[in-house]
């Protein structure tokens, strides 16, 4: 077939824009290729952890009884996972040696979704009951270490309560030892106030800081903690978040798996963090991510000062016949320490006021002696009271106390009568005499 010359023509144009079209399409592909993501460069982009990761958040320095960060920490939540520190507390309290055995009874065992799987007949140790309840929060384990140490639920419900009243977590209500329940509850400041107890226990905190225990009654199990700073056993992220600092407590549970209590101590001082309904991703914890910053940013933030001590004059009060002293300095009979932010303006911070039980003192002033009292405010609440004492030792000057005397004598309603009779009866007496001279003398004339 034979074409004319426009129609060749357009079928030229058309095949080089063809071929044009063909030898770009590696460039385009090249351009368009997208590199595979990476575990920072997630395609759920990390929220702000501590605003937005979780919806109760908190960080308490038992030493300094201060409550560094604090969102949503008077929330109620469940006390699921609380419920297994104060059921430890009460245990360490009423056991004397964590490794002694016993046999699992019929009565002490319930039905869980999340239990181990303890049956009646097996032999157990309170210790490796504890680590179960603890590392994984168990609720058989719970359950049965609780019915072996009280008798009973109800009993051993009872202690917990009285426990954590004691502590001030006066928003607390447990039901069971499991934390399970539906009017169970707690909220992040009673939490951070249990854990603070959990954290002087010394047998307690030798099993929360471990990552695993091998449970000798358990047939040597291995039995692996959940919180992810001290084991990656449960971890499925891939990122770790091993701490040297932390020292233990309970992460997770049935019902809110992202929680997480943490203990960590830095500079000396330990810090709390709860976490709770926090939200979930793949390739990160944000648990743990909140828990870094709270400690990023406030752990170390503060220092222990005295803010008044006993040789800080407060004032002073006149002193009556001191030997070379009118007055003496009086300060409070003890020290006022507390952890302060550092850089904070102490002053601002902390006032007081003062009363006196007297306007003067008489020497001799015995040093440490008792004339008023002091009220120390912190940011206008009272957090503390002290007397007021002298801080000196003042002798009597007897001269002046010649002259004080001197002056009672003069000043002396009696004497003054005394004397102004005296002044009288002399008056009297000189006119007297004055008159019988007279009367003499006008004689001795009339003669």
Same mark, same amino acid.
């Given at each position: ?11 030229? $144009? ?20 997208? !590199? ?91 210790? #490796? ?38 502590? &001030? ?20 400041? #009673? ?17 929360? &800081? ?72 793949? $390739? ?13 940013? @406030? ?23 001191? #030997?070379? @002293? ?101 008056? !009297? ?19």
């Amino acid at each position: 077939m034979c074409l004319d010359k426009p129609k060749r023509n357009c079928v030229a $144009a058309s095949v080089c824009v063809l071929l044009t079209v063909c030898a770009l399409l590696p460039l385009l592909a090249l351009f368009s290729y997208a !590199a595979p993501s990476t575990g920072s460069e997630e395609t759920e982009q990390m929220l702000d952890p501590v605003t937005d990761g979780a919806d109760v958040v908190l960080l308490y320095c038992p030493e300094s009884e201060m409550f560094l960060f604090d969102k949503n920490g008077d929330k109620s939540v469940h006390p699921y996972a609380v419920a297994k520190l104060v059921t430890l507390l009460v245990a360490d309290s009423l056991v004397s040696d964590w490794n002694d055995t016993f046999t699992v009874e019929k009565s002490m065992l319930s039905q869980f979704s999340n239990s181990y799987g303890l049956k009646e007949g097996d032999v157990v140790s309170c210790f #490796d009951l504890a680590v179960l309840t603890l590392f994984r929060g168990l609720d058989d384990a719970a359950t049965v270490l609780a019915r072996k140490l009280a008798g009973s639920d109800s009993l051993f419900v009872e202690k917990m309560n009285e426990t954590a009243e004691k502590l &001030g977590a006066q928003s607390t209500k447990f039901l069971n030892p499991t934390g399970r329940g539906d009017k169970g509850t707690t909220n992040a400041h #009673d939490c951070a106030l249990i854990a603070a107890e959990f954290c002087r226990r010394e047998r307690l905190t030798a099993i929360s &800081g471990e990552g695993m225990i091998s449970c000798a009654s358990l047939g040597n199990k291995k039995i692996y903690n959940r919180n992810f700073y001290l084991s990656s056993y449960y971890n499925a992220t891939g990122k770790s978040y091993i701490r040297s600092n932390v020292t233990g407590l309970v992460a997770g549970s049935v019902l809110d798996p992202e929680m997480l209590i943490a203990s960590a101590e830095t500079g000396g001082y330990t810090y709390i963090s709860v976490v709770m309904n926090a939200k979930k991703a793949e $390739a990160f914890s944000y648990t743990y991510e909140i828990t870094n910053k709270l400690l990023k940013d @406030h752990a170390g933030t503060f220092s222990y000062v005295n803010v008044l001590t006993e040789n800080d004059p407060v004032c002073e009060i006149p002193v009556r016949m001191g #030997d070379g @002293h009118d007055s003496v300095i009086l300060s409070p009979d003890r020290n006022f320490g507390f952890y302060v932010m550092k850089n904070s303006d102490v002053k601002s911070e902390f006032s007081y006021e003062y009363t006196l039980s007297s306007d003067y003192l008489e020497a001799p002033v015995n040093m440490g002696t008792a004339v008023g009292q002091l009220v120390l405010y912190r940011n206008g609440e009272e957090v503390g009271r002290a007397d007021l004492v002298t801080r000196a030792n003042i002798a009597k000057s007897m001269s002046d106390y010649y002259v004080e005397e001197a002056k009672k004598v003069l000043t002396d309603r009696f004497v003054l009568r005394v004397m102004v009779a005296v002044a009288v009866v002399a008056v !009297a007496y000189v006119l007297i005499v004055a008159i019988i001279k007279g009367q003499k003398k006008k004689k001795r004339r009339e003669e």
